[in-house]
Nanobody, 121 residues
Framework: VQLQASGGGLVQTGGSLRLSCAASGRTFRSYAMGWFRQAPGKERDLVAAISQSGYITYYADSVKGRFTISRDSAKNTVYLQMNSLQPEDTAVYYC???????????????WGQGTQVTVSS
């Protein structure tokens, strides 16, 4: 599966952005999907994930209540709605696909190209 992320940009503290990740192929429903982020000098961390069915989601503590992950199988797209953005949310955001358990980080083996999110204070 090939992934194409979009929607990043520059936003002020407290603002919102919605990231999109379009997947190619007819097997989108077979994959759990996740959004990771990597800030300069830091490791890449899983921010949010959604199961193949779309019924189960996971959020890192740092984004709970602010970010929402969703998927549209008709459009082969996964979204990350980000509200109440803070400067510490600044990072490159990557979408990824996982053919197994949505919570197992090292099973994400298909990656998009990354999209920059910058939150100004």
């Amino acid at each position: 599966v090939q992934l194409q992320a979009s929607g990043g940009g520059l936003v002020q503290t407290g603002g919102s952005l919605r990231l999109s990740c379009a997947a190619s192929g007819r097997t989108f429903r077979s994959y759990a999907m996740g959004w990771f982020r990597q800030a300069p000098g830091k490791e890449r961390d899983l921010v949010a994930a959604i199961s193949q069915s779309g019924y189960i989601t996971y959020y890192a503590d740092s984004v709970k209540g602010r970010f929402t992950i969703s998927r549209d199988s008709a459009k082969n797209t996964v979204y990350l709605q980000m509200n109440s953005l803070q400067p510490e949310d600044t990072a490159v955001y990557y979408c990824a696909a996982n053919g197994g358990n949505y919570r197992v980080d090292n099973e994400y083996n298909y990656w998009g190209q990354g999209t920059q999110v910058t939150v100004s204070s």
